[in-house]
């Protein structure tokens, strides 16, 4: 079945540190794939998202590249803030479920802390 | 738009008390889904809706009932309230289409956050 692993956290950087957050996947099939944010207190909210190979997903600074060959999605940004402190969760859509469906798979979530 | 809405926010319960968990959503989407969150599991998929009238179970269905009670609403029951179903719940919707594409952006509401005592 499918799965999605991303790096354990918790993460804590500094202010305009550099940030990665790893995420791996199995799937079979073409699946797309997903960076979830969820700040504190609240629901999860889509950070960006590909649909197919190659594809580069882009918001608010972050990015992350889906790289079929290496079954890989990692969140990266230059340049963190104070206000990206929340947890990050990768997730991927599955094929086709018999019907309008599309279930998604999650990682574990990894807590980043940026300090100022 | 209110997108995904949930009630009650907070709720405290004791063991073998029944609840209902509520949800809605105004986007006109096919498809909805209730999930738990609790720490180090990530989220885990209870049960889900694939279109209106239809019902399936997820990962970790045992102790809980839904209802599809029309396209808007997908509601949660807990019948006898177990302290292994302290979490925090989450619904979300997509839009469910039909076609060959596997992608589907699924909208989460705020949450409800359970114990059970």
């Known amino acids: 079945g499918n799965s999605v692993t991303q790096m354990e956290g918790p993460v804590t950087l500094s202010e305009e540190a550099f940030l990665t957050i790893n995420c791996t996947y199995t799937a079979t099939g073409y699946p797309s794939l997903f960076w979830y944010v969820q700040y504190p207190g609240e629901g999860l909210q889509l950070l960006l998202k590909?649909?197919?190979?190659?594809d580069k997903g882009s918001n608010k600074g972050f990015e992350a590249t889906y790289r079929k060959e290496t079954t890989s999605f990692h969140l990266e940004k230059g340049s963190v803030q104070v206000s990206d402190s929340a947890v990050y969760f990768c997730a991927l859509s599955g094929v086709r479920d018999g019907g309008s469906n599309y279930k998604l798979t999650f990682g574990k979530g990894t807590l980043l802390t940026v300090n100022p | 738009n209110a997108g995904v809405t949930q009630t009650p926010k907070f709720q405290v319960l004791k063991t073998g008390q029944s609840m209902t968990l509520q949800c809605a959503q105004d986007?006109?989407?096919?498809?909805m889904y209730w999930y738990r969150q609790d720490p180090g599991m990530g989220l885990r998929l209870i049960y889900y809706?694939?279109?209106?009238?239809?019902?399936d179970k997820g990962e970790v269905p045992n102790g809980y009932n839904v209802s599809r009670l029309n396209k808007r609403e997908f509601s949660l029951r807990l019948e006898s309230a177990a302290p292994s179903q302290t979490s925090v719940y989450f619904c979300?919707?997509?839009?469910?289409?039909?076609?060959?594409?596997?992608?589907?952006?699924?909208?989460f509401g705020p949450g409800t956050r359970l114990t059970v005592l």
């Open positions: 590909a649909t197919k190979a190659d």
């Open positions: 979300a919707s997509s839009p469910g289409t039909s076609g060959f594409s596997s992608y589907n952006e699924q909208f």
């Open positions: 809706s694939a279109s209106e009238g239809t019902t």
């Open positions: 986007m006109n989407h096919n498809s």
